[in-house]
Nanobody
């Protein structure tokens, strides 16, 4: 079993930045792929970005150029750096992980999930 704990959310104004962190209860090198999802009020959960153990990355078009996903396997932590935030980025952001060495399809149901952290962007 793997526990994931997100942090770093908050309330910011449009154009500002936040960095989300996801700490795993065990080595993420052995876990595999990690991802960030988000869910806005009244909307379905959607993939934001994913990263493999080797650093291969997938970022959705809506945040490409503004968000960066990274991981530190020695610290068992994944990050989501969010720059130039927009009001439409407002959502609960979730960290996910699974025992995969390749990037799964966006619809893939990751096995492990964090509790989420709220990000609110005001205009």
């Amino acid at each position: 079993q793997v526990q994931l704990v997100e942090s770093g959310g908050g309330m910011v104004q449009a154009g500002e930045s936040l960095r989300l962190s996801c700490v795993a209860s065990r080595s993420i090198f052995s876990i595999g792929a990690m991802a960030w999802y988000r869910q806005a009020p009244g909307k379905q959960r959607e993939l934001v970005a994913a990263i493999t153990t080797s650093g291969k990355v997938n970022i959705v078009d809506s945040v490409k150029g503004r968000f960066t996903i990274s991981r530190d396997n020695t610290e068992n932590t994944a990050y989501l750096q969010m720059n130039s935030l927009k009001p439409e980025d407002t959502a609960v952001y979730y960290c996910a992980a699974d025992h995969l060495q390749v990037l799964p399809e966006p619809e893939y149901e990751y096995t492990y999930w964090g509790q989420g952290t709220q990000v609110t962007v005001s205009s």
